[in-house]
Structure formats: structure tokens, C-alpha cells
Nanobody, 119 residues
Framework: QVQLVESGGGLVQAGDSLTLSCAAS????????MYWFRQAPGTEREFVSR????????YYADSVKGRFTISKSDAKNTVYLQMNSLKPEDTAVYYC????????????WGQGTLVTVSS
């Protein structure tokens, strides 16, 4: 099992920056990659960013490319999402997800952290 705890959400103004954190615990050695998703009210959860744990290769949704940066701390088993130039349309609950590979593949989700961007 892997447990994920997100933090760092809040209320900011358009153009501001915010950094989210996702701390992993448990069988962290089995983590293959980690993701950030987001879900705005009345919409489906959508992919934001991904980082492969070994090597650090990153991926971004077109809507955040150039504004958001995903990174990780191996020592802290933590993934970060640095969000710059925030827009009102970035308002959502942000979720962290881990994909673990052991005998089988499993996905784990955090509880989410709310980001609200006012215009």
C-alpha cells in the first residue's frame, strides 16, 4: 500500500504562483510514476502532469505546459507541482496519484487539495 497526502492548496489571485506537495508513505519503493490530476466543479477529472520516479522524465497537459512544473524529492518521497501564472480556469481540486508496480500494478490517490484562483 502507498498513502498519499497533498498539501499547499489555497486561494490566490490570477497571475499568482502556488506550489502543491504530495507526500508518499508506505511501500514507496514500488512507485513507478506519480501524477497530478485536477477536477473542477461539474467536470471530469483531468490529467495535469506526470513524473517518472526513476530518471525524472516529465509530461504535461497542453493547458499547463510552460506554466506548471512537476518535480520530486527522492529523500522526502514527495512530488511537487509548481504552478505559475495561475488563471481562474485553473480552479479545481488537485489530486495526486501514484502508480505502483510490484507483483501487480496498483494506483493510489490522495484526498485532494483545493486551489481557487480569483480574477
Amino acid at each position: 500500500q502507498v498513502q498519499l497526502v497533498e498539501s499547499g492548496g489555497g486561494l490566490v489571485q490570477a497571475g499568482d504562483s502556488l506550489t502543491l506537495s504530495c507526500a508518499a508513505s508506505g511501500r514507496t519503493f514500488s512507485i513507478w510514476d506519480m501524477y497530478w490530476f485536477r477536477q473542477a466543479p461539474g467536470t471530469e477529472r483531468e490529467f495535469v502532469s506526470r513524473i517518472i520516479w526513476s530518471g525524472g522524465t516529465t509530461y504535461y497537459a497542453d493547458s499547463v505546459k510552460g506554466r506548471f512544473t512537476i518535480s520530486k524529492s527522492d529523500a522526502k518521497n514527495t512530488v511537487y507541482l509548481q504552478m505559475n501564472s495561475l488563471k481562474p480556469e485553473d480552479t479545481a481540486v488537485y489530486y495526486c496519484r501514484a502508480r505502483a508496480r510490484a507483483a501487480s500494478e496498483s494506483y493510489y490517490w490522495g484526498q485532494g487539495t483545493l486551489v481557487t484562483v480569483s480574477s
